[in-house]
């Protein structure tokens, strides 16, 4: 009876279940992305109002740490005992951070509950993520995933506004507080529409493997926040946590072979492609977060743009890699190929970097403009295709594990491109306004090398002048190293091989057949 009546049925009631279901998605990815931005934006306010200027930096560190230590942890536990309860608890348990921040009383709070938020910032873009995995047959995951890269782009761009905004009329508590209607509504419609096969593992969590890549992550994650900032690279402190995270990192290897649930199997490694997507994952990060970072700093202190609307500055190259994500989703779903795509979009993304490494003090706006388009191009053939391409390359069963080794490479590699990045920027900053301003120079930028519009304004001319040839120098160093390290993913690009993408592109058939010529994962059920 149930045989004859899914024809009839299925057509209908479950594209309209699974588009309640993607919109839910979009919420939580939108969430994940606009939380950093919005709560950058608020940060001079909230220090103004709390506060513990000293501690200023592990209200981002906090969030961060916890975010990238527990993602691989969310991805296993969703293999295990099901999608949909482990993502709906990361959902709540970021919620329950949000309202805590906003109801946070001096710094220390804020930097507590902040942990609290990231522990289940680390299950939403894997949630997202996996639960596409089990909804759509790969040859057909491209396009929602395409859509998904958009509304991180979106993110990017409308964080800030939305943060500047939010701070002025209704103060910065509601940076935090803004996430709790938006994430009500996701939890409901998870809640009611969507409907995954539940899980029952007999094994028990991995807590010692858990507790060595905890330990090996935080401590990577320090060394490239701290290191060149709070103490020197060759420091006995960083030399302490880079031998920490070693050691952690060679016992989680050891342990994952003997484990009976590993965090991370290792055998997912095998599989060419998805160590090869890993790699490239992880440079798209190194170069994506640089590039956001350095971008806003060199039109604001060279180019003069107003730091108001610093998101719409990164628009020619956030609105280039939204374009290119959607059509990259579209070609891949109905062509079933993506090889081209991350070698494309690896060859745009050198040329790109290499072309803002150019930039100087003439150039103008619409140059740069134009470079950051290209750029853009670049990282939207690559930025969701790793992820699909990673997931074509496991089994169902670490459909999880695959996700979230995936993000954490991403986060990773963020962490490095910032940090390396940024050490370069600086150093580079510092030598050029010792050679052009002399003992004057190196007071001015001994603190930071880089100035806020104010402290800028109340330089005298000649000083201001040497600040902006230093920053031209700084982003000429630090988009060189990036386009170096992109060739990493030219190359890595070359050697993917193209699996075919399980499950058939779209088919009109009229006979109540159409679907995937090999049967897809269990799909969401209409209500």
Not at 30 to 46: E, Q, Y
Not at 351 to 376: K, N, P, Q
Not at 405 to 430: C, E, P
Request: hydrophobic share 50%; net charge positive.
């Amino acid at each position: 009876m149930a045989d004859t009546k899914t024809p009839e049925t299925e057509p209908e009631k479950q594209p309209r279940s699974v588009r309640v279901v993607l919109l839910a998605l979009m919420i939580t990815m939108m969430l994940a992305m606009l939380d950093n931005m919005i709560v950058g934006t608020a940060m001079p306010t909230i220090v103004g109002d709390l506060g513990g200027l000293e501690h200023l930096s592990w209200v981002v560190t906090g969030y961060t740490l916890a975010t990238a230590a527990s993602t691989p942890i969310w991805g296993k536990i969703g293999d295990m005992y099901g999608r949909k309860g482990a993502f709906m608890a990361s959902i709540v348990i970021f919620l329950i951070g949000s309202a805590l921040s906003g109801m946070a009383q001096n710094m220390g709070e804020l930097i507590g509950f902040r942990a609290i938020q990231g522990l289940g910032a680390g299950g939403l873009m894997v949630g997202v993520m996996a639960i596409i995995g089990d909804l759509i047959p790969p040859r057909e995951r491209g396009k929602y995933q395409g859509m998904m890269a958009g509304v991180m782009a979106l993110a990017m761009i409308g964080g800030p506004l939305v943060g500047g905004t939010i701070t002025d009329n209704w103060g910065w508590r509601w940076s935090f507080y803004i996430n709790l209607p938006l994430g009500v509504v996701a939890l409901i419609a998870i809640s009611v529409v969507l409907h995954l096969p539940r899980k029952r593992s007999q094994a028990r969590i991995d807590y010692l493997g858990a507790g060595l890549l905890t330990l090996g992550i935080t401590s990577i994650v320090l060394v490239t926040t701290w290191g060149g900032s709070e103490y020197a690279w060759t420091s006995a402190r960083i030399m302490e946590l880079v031998a920490i995270g070693v050691a952690s990192l060679i016992g989680f290897v050891f342990w994952q072979t003997r484990a009976a649930e590993p965090i991370v199997p290792l055998h997912i490694f095998r599989s060419r492609n998805f160590t090869l997507m890993s790699l490239i994952g992880f440079i798209t990060g190194f170069v994506m977060f640089g590039a956001t970072l350095f971008l806003p700093l060199y039109q604001q202190s060279v180019q003069g743009a107003s730091a108001t609307n610093s998101g719409l500055l990164l628009l020619p190259m956030l609105g280039a890699m939204l374009v290119t994500s959607m059509v990259a989703g579209r070609v891949t779903t109905n062509s079933g190929k993506y090889k081209i795509f991350p070698v494309v979009g690896s060859v745009l993304m050198v040329i790109g970097l290499y072309l803002l490494s150019t930039m100087d003090t003439g150039t103008s706006r619409l140059t740069s403009g134009v470079f950051m388009a290209v750029v853009g191009l670049g990282m939207g053939c690559l930025m969701q295709i790793t992820m699909l391409v990673a997931q074509n390359s496991v089994e169902m069963k670490d459909m999880g594990v695959a996700s979230s080794s995936t993000t954490l490479f991403r986060t990773l590699g963020s962490s490095f491109g910032v940090a390396i990045m940024g050490a370069l920027f600086n150093n580079r900053v510092q030598d050029v306004m010792s050679e052009r301003a002399g003992s004057l120079g190196s007071k001015i930028t001994e603190q930071s090398a880089q100035l806020d519009a104010a402290s800028l304004a109340k330089l005298p001319a000649a000083a201001r002048e040497a600040y902006q040839h230093a920053v031209s120098a700084g982003t000429h160093t630090a988009f060189l190293l990036g386009a170096v390290v992109a060739i990493a993913a030219l190359v890595a690009a070359v050697f993917v091989k193209e699996v075919p993408l399980k499950g058939a592109g779209p088919q009109k058939a009229t006979d109540g057949t159409d679907g995937p010529a090999v049967a897809p994962p269990p799909m969401a059920e209409a209500v």
